[in-house]
């Protein structure tokens, strides 16, 4: 059950776009559409943003977008604002054995 | 209206246990499957374990496998974890979470549970 892979740390300028990148397996990103994204202040639960890879629950902003490209799954946020200086983690389906596997987190940075 | 509430957590000595109870509410609970993610200080998400809908098959991670029992009561509208023979890599937040959508919507607020002599 080993964790997907994320950048420890990005960074970018308001109004900018950032990606973060979140790299599995053949067993779970190649294979599942089920990729989701999350947001977490310090102290504070996840938040949902991104489901089945490329799509926004009601309510997150339309600058949070999702995609898939073989075994790596991609988070991009356009339009940086200084609010969004927080940690994102991304997680997989991995089967009905592993069920479930989360990415290490990215720090974002607004500079 | 919170939708999902844990509590249970606290300090435990190692090979100690502790049941985790995650009660929720504003949704059908038999409908969905539930799940625990813990974190530890400082690190990342780990997925604990999954419970499918109405009281369907159990899932666990390795590292909790054989400790850890997730059960349900859908009377009381409540997720349980049940955590035996405690260890210091058990430390963390652990949170509860309704899987939605092949993904985690919403998630408790957490509760802290803390192995330590």
């Known amino acids: 059950q080993s964790a997907l892979t994320q950048p420890a740390s990005v960074s970018g300028s308001p109004g900018q776009s950032i990606t973060i990148s979140c790299t599995g397996t053949s067993s779970d990103v190649g294979t599942y559409n089920l990729v989701s994204w999350y947001q977490q202040h310090p102290g504070k639960a996840p938040k949902l943003m991104i489901y089945?890879?490329?799509k926004r629950p009601s309510g997150v902003s339309n600058r949070f977008s999702g995609s898939k490209s073989g075994n790596t799954a991609s988070l991009t946020i356009s339009g940086l604002q200084a609010e969004d200086e927080v940690d994102y983690y991304c997680c997989s389906y991995g089967g009905s054995r592993t069920r479930w596997v989360f990415g290490g987190g990215t720090k974002l940075t607004v500079l | 209206e919170v939708p999902l509430l844990e509590s249970g957590g606290g300090l435990v000595q190692p090979g100690g246990s502790l049941r985790l109870s995650c009660a929720a509410s504003?949704?059908?609970?038999?409908?969905?499957?539930m799940t625990w993610v813990r974190q530890a200080p400082g690190k990342g998400l780990e997925w604990v374990s999954t419970i499918t809908d109405n009281h369907g098959p159990t899932y666990y991670a390795d590292s909790v496998k054989g400790r850890f029992t997730i059960s349900s009561d859908n009377s009381q509208s409540t997720l349980y974890l049940q955590m035996n023979s405690l260890r210091a890599e058990d430390t963390a937040v652990y949170y509860c979470?309704?899987?939605?959508?092949?993904?985690?919507?919403?998630w408790g607020q957490g509760t802290l549970v803390t192995v330590s002599s």
């Open positions: 504003g949704f059908t609970f038999t409908t969905y499957a």
């Open positions: 979470a309704k899987e939605w959508e092949g993904s985690f919507d919403p």
């Open positions: 089945e890879v490329s």
